[in-house]
Each structure stands twice: as structure tokens, then as C-alpha cells.
């Protein structure tokens, strides 16, 4: 079921107004491979006065099979965009996705099933190093 596959939160930050289209397309191909799918999209850009405003993206969102809807709540809440919109400069915009890890399922029914256990498990952002 939907609701047992785990959510990310991810924001990506782009030195223009406009979320660029060739993100768009990047994104749709990815979920088309059935691996990720996007429960959630929202621009969000930076006016020069500091003001931000959000847009949704609903076509970057993925239908789920026979109209299931997940029971969860939204994540970019008010708050959640409100904090992505103090955190750009202006002329910036931000696409903000929640994408959930479809993948998950079937690998977990696997690991179940021969009593596998978690040994780590940790987001790494390539972007940065640990070492000085």
C-alpha cells in the first residue's frame, strides 16, 4: 500500500524565476521508469522585494494506478513552503518535491521474506564532502 513507502522531501534551487523545463522532463522520465513517484510538487520563487509566491505543479505529479489516493497528509504544508521561500534569494526559485520510493515495496518484500535486517541507512548529498 502506498501509505508504508517512505517519503522524501526534496528541494531543488535555481538561480532564475522559472523552475527551467528540462528539470520537467527529466523528472517525468524518472517516474516513468515506475521507481519514484511525485505525491507532491510546488514551485516556489523569490520576488526582488523579497516576497515569494508558490505554484503548483500538478502535471509533475503521478497518477496512481485505478485512482488510489494515499490516506497521508500533505507535507509542503503553509510552513513547509514558507520556509523554502525565507531560504532563497531573490530572483530564485526552488522546485520542492515530495517523492515517494516505489521501489521500496517489492525490495522490502523480499528482505521480509528472508528476515533481513537494517544495518544502515542515511541520505547522502553527493554535493558535499566530509573531508576538510
Known amino acids: 500500500m502506498a501509505d508504508d513507502l517512505p517519503l522524501e522531501l ?3 534551487g535555481f538561480p ?7 528539470v520537467d522532463l527529466a523528472l517525468r522520465r524518472l517516474t516513468f521508469l ?3 513517484r511525485v505525491r ?5 520563487a523569490k520576488e526582488s522585494d ?3 509566491h508558490r505554484r503548483t505543479v500538478d502535471h509533475l ?14 507535507v509542503l504544508v503553509p510552513d513547509e513552503v514558507e520556509g523554502i521561500g525565507r531560504m532563497l534569494e531573490p530572483g530564485r526559485s526552488a522546485l520542492a518535491l515530495v517523492l515517494e ?8 518484500e523480499a528482505f ?14 553527493a554535493g558535499t564532502s566530509s573531508q576538510g
Open 40 to 44: 507532491e510538487a510546488a514551485a516556489i
Open 10 to 12: 526534496v528541494v531543488l
Open 61 to 74: 505529479v503521478t497518477p496512481y494506478p485505478g485512482g488510489e489516493t494515499p490516506a497521508r497528509s500533505h
Open 101 to 108: 520510493h516505489t521501489w521500496i515495496s517489492e525490495l522490502g
Open 50 to 52: 523579497g516576497t515569494f
Open 16 to 22: 532564475e524565476p522559472d523552475v527551467p523545463e528540462t
Open 34 to 36: 515506475g521507481d519514484v
Open 112 to 125: 521480509r521474506k528472508r528476515r533481513g535486517t537494517v544495518l544502515l541507512s542515511a541520505w547522502l548529498d
